[in-house]
Each structure stands twice: as C-alpha cells, then as structure tokens.
C-alpha cells in the first residue's frame, strides 16, 4: 500500500497567528485505520496505538472510515 500523505502549507509569512497545520491523509477505496497505520509505522513498528491516535485525531468513534474522507495523520 502506498501512504498518500501531503502537507497543507500556509502562506509565506503567515506568522505565528496561524498554527502549524498538520499532515492529511486522503482515504482511498478498501484503507483501513489498520492499514493506514500499519503503513506510517513501518514493517517493524506497532500499528495500535497509531490506530487509536487516528481514531482520536479524527473523530473515529466505530472504527469506519470512506474513501475521500481526509483524515489529520500528525498535528
């Protein structure tokens, strides 16, 4: 599976009123929370808690996610 991650960028100059946006992630047909995280840890790396880190970050009460849906990866 390839991680189809981009950075939301702000303008030049914004300053310091604007916070650090973080990295979006684009669901994609047949991506699971399971998968997604398994893919930004790595084959060695514990896909759980980056499971439960999503869910949180997003919103994810029942573990469902849909294609197109943008989901926050880091703060």
């Known amino acids: 599976m390839v991680l189809g991650v981009s950075s939301l960028g702000g303008r030049a100059g914004a300053g310091a ?36 880190r999503l869910a949180r970050l997003n919103g994810i009460s029942d573990g469902l996610i849909a294609p197109g849906q943008r989901l926050m990866v880091r703060p």
């Open 17 to 52: 009123a604007h916070p650090k946006t973080g990295r979006v992630y684009v669901v994609r047909p047949g991506d699971t929370l399971w998968g997604i995280a398994a893919s930004l840890v790595g084959r060695e790396g514990d896909p759980r808690p980056v499971v439960d």
